[in-house]
């Protein structure tokens, strides 16, 4: 009994490996010219905002955040839109 269980994983071990070194072979991961591209006009101009709000954010006192809002949440989406509305 175990000489059959031997014989049958001694014939199929070879295949197993075969076919995982394939699978490697033909995936290849995609260089960095490939997954960068180059971002939007408004992907841009949030990115600037998230700058400018974090930036303001960390400024604040601990007394100025709890007069702001607790959280960083409340308090981005409140400085987006006065900078949205200050651009406008």
């Keep these: ?10 014939l199929v071990a070879p295949l197993l490996f075969a076919q995982a070194g394939t699978a490697k072979e033909a995936w290849t991961a995609p260089t960095a010219k490939e997954s960068a591209k180059e971002p939007s006009v408004a992907q841009s101009a949030a990115r600037e905002r998230q700058k400018k709000c974090g930036a303001e954010w960390r400024a604040l006192s601990a007394a100025d955040k709890s007069a702001q809002g607790p959280k960083w949440p409340q308090y981005y989406s409140k400085c987006v839109k006065r900078l949205k509305e200050q651009k406008a």
């Design 1 to 10: 009994m175990l000489s059959r269980l031997l014989a049958a994983v001694a």
